[in-house]
């Protein structure tokens, strides 16, 4: 099952824009990660948070995660074509190893 | 350095049939994950194993599917009697052992599985 849901489901931005996803989830978890699925491929992965950190960044990635209300969010600044993908929060839970994923965001940046 | 490859990248089949597919991990990730993802949905855990031994298994993982990893390296995933309902794209994941520290899964470009 999955663990939560990707708000908005779709979203579409201009090129050069900031994007931003949400993520929520359902239980206490350890770490939280966010992955990027180009159509009908592999997943990459893009960053992981834990659970006691509150935000991290990478290059242009920049996600936060408050655990008092189960949720995450991505941010992408300065969008680029090449950003046209589904992303995807994963977590996983103290005591087992299996990552559990939303439903995703598909992301589509308008040249 | 190579990532997770897998093999075949495309399996079409017809109902009732046999399917096998294989997964490399990252050399000396000791970690192996399968997961499924359906058409618009994210993936879903299927099974791990830890070296050679297979920790954990989801509920998905029906005894039509057998999952191996007889010497720690690579794995094979086994569907038989084959269903409609298995179609989904098959996705392998491997980590590296760092003790204490649960650490990121790399996905190989996955398996799609089509059974008409």
């Known amino acids: 099952s999955q663990q939560g849901e990707e708000d908005p489901q779709a979203l579409s931005i201009q090129e050069g824009e900031n994007a931003t996803m949400n993520c929520s989830y359902k239980t206490s978890i350890n770490n939280l990660q966010w992955y990027r699925q180009n159509s009908g491929r592999g997943l990459v992965h893009l960053i992981l948070?834990?659970?006691?950190?509150r935000e991290k960044h990478s290059g242009r990635l920049r996600v936060t995660l408050d655990t008092s209300k189960k949720s995450s969010s991505l941010l992408i600044t300065a969008s680029r074509a090449a950003d046209t993908a589904s992303y995807f929060c994963a977590t996983d839970n103290f005591g087992n190893e299996k990552l559990t994923f939303g439903t995703g965001t598909r992301l589509t940046i308008i040249p | 350095d190579t990532g997770v490859s897998q093999d075949p990248r495309h399996k079409i089949t017809k109902r009732g049939q046999n399917v096998t597919f294989r997964c490399d991990p990252i050399?000396?990730?000791?970690?192996l994950y399968w997961y499924r993802q359906t058409l618009g949905q994210g993936p879903e855990f299927l099974t791990y194993f830890q070296n050679e031994a297979q920790l954990e298994k989801s509920r998905l993982l029906s005894d039509r599917f057998s999952a191996e990893r007889p010497k720690g390296s690579f794995s094979t995933l086994e569907i038989q009697r084959t269903e409609q309902g298995d179609s989904a794209m098959y996705l392998c994941?491997?980590?590296?052992?760092?003790?204490?520290?649960?650490?990121?899964?790399?996905f190989g470009p996955g398996t799609r599985l089509l059974v008409l």
């Open positions: 050399s000396e990730h000791n970690r």
């Open positions: 948070i834990r659970s006691n950190e």
């Open positions: 994941a491997s980590s590296p052992p760092v003790a204490g520290v649960r650490e990121t899964q790399y």
